[in-house]
């Protein structure tokens, strides 16, 4: 073999070990992702635990100063029989000082706590935090919330609760089966989820808030004594079986910014018996009113409403491009009606004043 091939060739060798080596050792100094900003897989994160009281929590590192109180699928923060349970702005572990700013997913699910105290450090909580709390009838969410995320507080006992200025989304099933009777969006809400208020059986009235754009299916389903709603401007349309088995709901009104109504919308409504449906509505689905105890309905010729109301229902047709009659509506008759009221009352004080003279 020619001696410089040779010689060639071993170079080419040493020189791809080399890089080889090279790209082997820098694996040494990549940082592990363990405790950066939460990053990788939670189980994997350092985690310790210190007093609050007399309640003992675990949190997890998640960056060179922050913590999260910890929880997940298997494991919680507090022994599950804690009641009262106050979470502190900042905790010292190895002799620093940490931030608490976020509550992991899980972290009292189905605990006994009754009431939790958040620091206004905590910037999130995950889903299913405080899920299955069946005591939990006492919290309040800092203003440093802007999500309530999915199932956070999942057939919890809350009866009252209080959305801070500044949350944007309420989440699928988020406050499923709680206790409360009235509840208030603040206008920063602009999406509630799917089934998000699902069988609050005590809750009576919603104020909602006047940014919402979007409802998922079911939001208020089998909400049994919800009376009434008045739906903000800008929804665009009623999602499916969003008031289905609300049986004491007798009074809705829906936005002129609405076009569909969806199927089982308002099934098993039994206490509504008159609905306007605005003209802005094109498509109602066949099986929106199922079961419910409508008596007349206000409909635009313009909507699409066959095979929607049963035979025993009054429907009441209305064309907005048709501009109604003076003497159609009363309008007329009633300012006739008032010059002769005036008149007649001019005439009457007449008569009086003369015979006083």
């Excluded at 105890?293 to 010729?301: G, P, R």
């Amino acid at each position: 073999m020619d001696s410089g091939f040779k010689a060639r060739r071993d170079l080419r060798i040493l020189a791809t070990v080399a890089v080889l080596a090279m790209v082997l050792a820098s694996f040494a100094f990549i940082p592990a992702w363990e405790g950066v900003d939460g990053a990788g897989d939670s189980s994997s994160q350092t985690t310790f635990t210190s007093f609050s009281g007399d309640v003992e929590i675990t949190y997890r590192i998640t960056g060179s100063d922050t913590v999260a109180v910890y929880g997940d699928e298997e494991n919680r923060a507090v022994d599950s029989s804690a009641k009262y349970v106050e979470i502190p702005a900042t905790v010292t572990y190895k002799g620093k000082v940490y931030t608490v700013t976020a509550i992991d997913p899980h972290a009292f699910d189905s605990c006994k706590v009754a009431e939790v105290l958040i620091p206004d450090t905590v910037s999130a909580i995950g889903n299913d935090a405080f899920a299955y709390c069946f005591y939990l009838s006492a919290i309040e969410i800092p203003d440093s919330i802007v999500r309530i995320e999915d199932r956070t507080f999942l057939d919890c006992s809350l009866e009252s609760f209080t959305v801070p200025d500044g949350v944007v989304y309420i989440g699928e099933y988020s406050f499923m089966g709680c206790g409360f009777e009235t509840f208030t969006m603040p206008d920063s809400v602009t999406t509630v989820g799917y089934g998000a208020f699902f069988n609050c059986f005590k809750l009576k009235s919603v104020d909602f808030s006047s940014g919402l754009v979007t409802m998922g299916p079911s939001v208020f389903s089998q909400c049994k004594a919800l009376e009434s709603a008045e739906l903000p401007e800008g929804l665009t349309s009623i999602p499916d079986s969003l008031f289905s088995e609300c049986v004491s709901l007798s009074s809705v009104t829906i936005p002129s910014t609405v076009k569909t109504i969806g199927s089982f919308a308002f099934m098993q409504t039994e206490s509504l018996k008159t609905i306007f449906i605005p003209p802005t509505v094109e498509k109602i689905d066949p099986g929106a009113f199922t079961f419910s105890a409508l008596e007349t309905v206000y409909v635009s010729l313009n909507t699409d409403y066959k095979m929607v109301f049963g035979p025993d229902v009054t429907i009441i047709n209305y064309d907005v491009n048709v501009e109604p009659e003076e003497d159609s509506n009363g309008s007329s008759d009633t300012v006739v009606f008032a010059i002769l009221a005036v008149v007649f009352a001019a005439i009457v004080t007449g008569v009086v004043l003369g015979k006083e003279e």
